[in-house]
């Protein structure tokens, strides 16, 4: 059988993987709002080549060392910064192909070093226009999946978290365009998950000022807001990285009241993850004098509503959890009086 590398620039009518950057590179450039049916089928064509080169066709399996070459010639050309600028006038196909394309290249390792993550760091617009692509339902999707294969990258997941584009995904989440909003809360929580030691690091940094800003995602009038940002919430606090991001959040009566609100949402679905975050105030062997006020001054109420609180659902570990908490609110004695001096 011809070697993968082969047949691709035997169809592309290439010698090189070089040539194949830069004539796909070239096909990109002379794109325009005025462009022929033909030169968008060009583009077509020499981004469905580059994508057999990474992910190979058929049974053919891709091979990594071309693979590698075509990502380094890639990144020599101007190829990364011309599809994410021109994304908007491919067609349906070509904008899925090319940010399969674009995400291998960003991934691409070679001998220790990534040559796509060098690039995204020498051009700094390249985020920025693909976080603004979910301005645009076209292409949004398309533009969330190049993003979130970018912060793979821990260096740049950094300059994301700690740049003005973070602030802007709380109002991402909420838009009226639900596919949209939905990718965006995925890149969200990307952010927020996978570089552990950098995220605990921003969380105990800008502390304040995000959980300003998430208490508002609990409150959303969008019930999928509020599931969605509940649940990372619950993740958040879980994560043993954490520990001291959680200790400081189920310390603050506001938090804890929001969350005694949260239980009797009307979505059965909220209220049993609000559960899962309440249950770590309750849990809290060092409980503050604001939050053991707060629980006893609403003690037979929570022992009454927790009592038949989803009795239907078929979850041992819940049920467990759920003795545990009451057990441990039915011992909670008021805090002692501070006497005057």
Same mark, same amino acid.
């Given at each position: 059988?011809?070697?993968?590398?082969?047949?691709?620039?035997?169809?592309?009518?290439?010698?090189?993987?070089?040539?194949?950057?830069?004539?796909?590179?070239?096909?990109?450039?002379?794109?325009?709002?005025?462009?022929?049916?033909?030169?968008?089928?060009?583009?077509?064509? &020499?981004?469905?080549?580059?994508?057999?080169?990474?992910?190979?066709?058929?049974?053919?399996?891709?091979?990594?060392?071309?693979?590698?070459?075509?990502?380094?010639?890639?990144?020599?050309?101007?190829?990364?910064?011309?599809?994410?600028?021109?994304?908007?006038?491919?067609?349906?196909?070509?904008?899925?192909?090319?940010?399969?394309?674009?995400?291998?290249?960003?991934?691409?390792?070679?001998?220790?070093?990534?040559?796509?993550?060098?690039?995204?760091?020498?051009?700094?617009?390249?985020?920025?226009?693909?976080?603004?692509?979910?301005?645009?339902?076209?292409?949004?999707?398309?533009?969330?999946?190049?993003?979130?294969?970018?912060?793979?990258?821990?260096?740049?997941?950094?300059?994301?978290?700690?740049?003005?584009?973070?602030?802007?995904?709380?109002?991402?989440?909420?838009?009226? &365009?639900?596919?949209?909003?939905?990718?965006?809360?995925?890149?969200?929580?990307?952010?927020?998950?996978?570089?552990?030691?950098?995220?605990?690091?921003?969380?105990?940094?800008?502390?304040?000022?995000?959980?300003?800003?998430?208490?508002?995602?609990?409150?959303?009038? &969008?019930?999928?807001?509020?599931?969605?940002?509940?649940?990372?919430?619950?993740?958040?606090?879980?994560?043993?990285?954490?520990?001291?991001?959680?200790?400081?959040?189920?310390?603050?009566?506001?938090?804890?009241?929001?969350?005694?609100?949260?239980?009797?949402?009307?979505?059965?679905?909220?209220?049993?993850?609000?559960?899962?975050?309440?249950?770590?105030?309750?849990?809290?062997?060092?409980?503050?004098?604001?939050?053991?006020?707060?629980?006893?001054?609403?003690?037979?109420?929570?022992?009454?509503?927790?009592?038949?609180?989803?009795?239907?659902?078929?979850?041992?570990?819940?049920?467990?959890?759920?003795?545990?908490?009451?057990?441990?609110?039915?011992?909670?004695?008021?805090?002692?009086?501070?006497?005057?001096?």
């Amino acid at each position: 059988m011809a070697g993968l590398l082969e047949k691709v620039l035997h169809k592309s009518k290439s010698r090189s993987p070089q040539e194949l950057v830069l004539k796909t590179d070239n096909s990109i450039k002379k794109l325009s709002l005025n462009c022929s049916d033909h030169q968008v089928e060009d583009v077509a064509r &020499n981004l469905a080549l580059m994508k057999v080169v990474f992910f190979g066709e058929g049974d053919v399996e891709p091979s990594k060392e071309h693979a590698i070459e075509l990502a380094r010639q890639a990144c020599r050309s101007n190829f990364l910064s011309q599809v994410v600028q021109k994304l908007a006038l491919l067609d349906f196909e070509s904008r899925k192909d090319a940010a399969q394309v674009c995400g291998a290249i960003v991934r691409m390792e070679a001998q220790g070093e990534y040559p796509g993550v060098r690039y995204v760091h020498e051009h700094p617009e390249i985020v920025p226009t693909l976080f603004a692509g979910y301005d645009n339902p076209a292409i949004a999707l398309n533009c969330g999946s190049m993003l979130r294969d970018c912060i793979r990258d821990e260096s740049i997941a950094r300059l994301v978290l700690e740049g003005p584009l973070f602030a802007e995904f709380f109002h991402k989440v909420e838009v009226t &365009n639900f596919e949209v909003a939905s990718d965006a809360f995925t890149t969200f929580k990307d952010l927020l998950t996978r570089h552990k030691a950098l995220v605990v690091n921003f969380l105990m940094t800008r502390y304040e000022e995000f959980f300003q800003q998430y208490s508002k995602l609990l409150e959303s009038s &969008n019930y999928v807001t509020r599931r969605q940002s509940l649940k990372l919430l619950g993740e958040l606090l879980l994560d043993r990285a954490n520990v001291k991001v959680m200790m400081r959040y189920v310390s603050d009566a506001y938090n804890l009241r929001q969350m005694m609100l949260l239980l009797k949402d009307s979505s059965r679905s909220i209220q049993f993850e609000a559960f899962h975050v309440f249950k770590v105030f309750v849990a809290n062997p060092n409980k503050p004098k604001p939050i053991v006020e707060i629980l006893t001054g609403n003690q037979e109420k929570l022992l009454k509503y927790l009592t038949n609180f989803h009795t239907d659902k078929d979850d041992e570990q819940f049920k467990e959890e759920k003795v545990v908490i009451i057990k441990e609110i039915q011992a909670l004695r008021p805090p002692t009086p501070t006497l005057p001096q």
